[in-house]
């Protein structure tokens, strides 16, 4: 067998025994934190080996990637998500793809799900994404427009938001690192306290293949890991 799958299966093993570790380590089950492939540059032969080793949710960030791969992997019981940032023009081609958005960071964004869900008669599952550490370089919402963004989609009769995606600023410590975390985890409860309608805060996506034993530490339920399974990216 090739070396890279080998590699893939002690990979995702590896990962999900710190994945568990960590939820235990902070007062949840094993079952209460969702581990993700992050699929980026990675062919559907490798993502198949993951899908394989049990992987049954996967994120991809870029439309047209997933839509050129979907047909070679092996989806029947996995769940997909789109994580990169989604141009309103993509939006219709996309919609009926996936089982959720994770990177919806405007109303606009937002107003054109609606649209394009209401065409398909159906219910698009989102995250809003926050910009947490302020960046100019990232996308995601400023914190101080969290609770009026989410009253305005909450009003959108075809979307439901379930919850927060955030990627952290680059720490060079964990406590700073830390910081970020918690914080998203207290906008988090802060707003599922709220209990707006169409709004149910069942997913805190954050970490990644570099912190996310500390994501989980800090009430992250959702953890995106790309690298630490597939190995470096490797860009075409």
């Known amino acids: ?10 990979n995702v093993k590896f990962i999900q025994n710190k994945i568990n570790e960590a939820a235990v380590k902070s007062g949840r089950s094993e079952k209460d934190v969702r581990f993700m492939a992050v699929t980026k540059t990675v062919d559907p032969v490798y993502i198949n080996c993951a899908i394989d080793c049990g992987i049954d949710l ?32 993509k939006v219709r081609k996309i919609i009926t793809e996936v089982d959720l958005i994770q990177s919806v960071d405007s109303v606009s964004l937002a107003r054109e799900i609606e649209r394009q869900a209401e065409k398909n008669n159906m219910t698009a599952n989102i995250l809003v994404e926050i910009n947490v550490g302020g960046e100019e370089s990232k996308t995601g919402l400023e914190k101080n427009l969290l609770r009026e963004t989410i009253a305005e989609i909450s009003e959108m009769k075809h979307i439901a ?26 906008l988090f409860i802060d707003i599922r306290a709220e209990n707006s309608d169409n709004v149910s805060m069942d997913i805190l996506s954050m970490g990644m293949s570099g912190d996310y034993e500390e994501a989980i530490l800090c009430g992250s339920n959702l953890v995106r890991v790309g690298s630490a399974i597939f190995g470096p990216r490797i860009y075409k």
């Open 161 to 186: 938001v379930k919850g927060l995606m955030t990627i952290p600023p680059i720490c060079e410590n964990s406590g700073e690192l830390r910081k970020f975390f918690n914080e998203m985890y207290n």
């Open 58 to 89: 996967i994120g991809e960030n870029k439309v047209q990637e997933f839509l050129a791969k979907k047909d070679a992997l092996k989806l029947e019981k996995v769940e997909k998500h789109l994580i990169g940032h989604l141009q309103s023009n």
């Open 1 to 10: 067998m090739e070396e890279k799958f080998l590699n893939i299966r002690e």
